[in-house]
């Protein structure tokens, strides 16, 4: 089964306010996690990606976090905006190896 | 900046029938993966290509084949298909093989009737 996996496949958030979306790994080999973001009838689109020598990265609007530990990632969208709403995917990959493993997303939809 | 393209953007084929699809990498990038995403699920790894060698496969079948031109764009080809073949078809390139970051194409929506 696949290693990279989602708490919750369907979030709704109130317009302006924070999202987090919830990932749990398996692989503890796994030393590279990327956010995609994927909008009905697109390709995914790469948000932020973070490295397992660090716990927590930040973007324009979005973070990410990594607790190695407990083997989880998270993505904090700050004040969420209407075009936020699409399907959320991590991936994860262990380096030496090529592939990209993704869990199977998380829906976010933003309420008016 | 042109992004990755992918060609053609919808097909239909019947069951044993063989496709071609096509996609060209961002400018510079030198990696092509292939990823297939069936409805409702994240994409699955096919494919990587670097300096058109095959670098990784995922676990698909030999119907399953590709190539890297040249000119480093890439062709996904699928031998006698079947129903379960239907599925977004993603294209992703990147600058290396190794953990550099990529970048999605639109993908090819093949129906398998």
């Known amino acids: 089964g696949e290693s990279v996996g989602l708490h919750l496949p369907t979030l709704s958030v109130q317009e302006g306010d924070n999202s987090i979306i919830n990932c749990a790994y398996s692989n503890s080999a796994s030393d590279y996690f990327i956010w995609y973001k994927q909008e009905s009838g697109k390709g995914p689109q790469f948000i932020i990606d973070i490295r397992s020598n660090m716990d927590k990265r930040q973007g324009q609007r979005v973070t990410v976090l990594l607790n190695k530990t407990v083997k989880h990632l998270s993505l904090q969208i700050a004040a969420t905006q209407p075009g936020d709403s699409a399907v959320y995917f991590c991936?994860?990959?262990?380096?030496?190896?090529?592939?990209?493993?993704f869990g199977k997303g998380t829906r976010l939809h933003i309420l008016p | 900046d042109a992004g990755v393209t992918q060609s053609p953007t919808h097909l239909i084929k019947t069951r044993g029938q063989h496709v071609t699809l096509r996609c060209s990498p961002i400018s510079g990038h030198k990696s092509v993966s292939w990823y297939q995403q069936v409805l409702g699920q994240g994409p699955q790894f096919i494919f990587q290509?670097?300096?058109?060698?095959?670098?990784g496969r995922g676990n698909f079948p030999d119907r399953f084949s590709a190539r890297q031109f040249p000119n480093y764009s890439s062709e996904l080809n699928v031998n006698a298909l079947l129903l379960g073949d239907s599925a977004l078809y993603l294209c992703?390139?990147?600058?290396?093989?190794?953990?550099?970051?990529?970048?999605f194409g639109p993908g090819t929506r093949l129906l398998v009737l």
């Open positions: 992703a390139s990147s600058l290396g093989p190794n953990q550099e970051t990529q970048y």
């Open positions: 290509y670097y300096e058109k060698e095959e670098r």
């Open positions: 991936a994860e990959n262990v380096n030496r190896d090529d592939k990209i493993i």
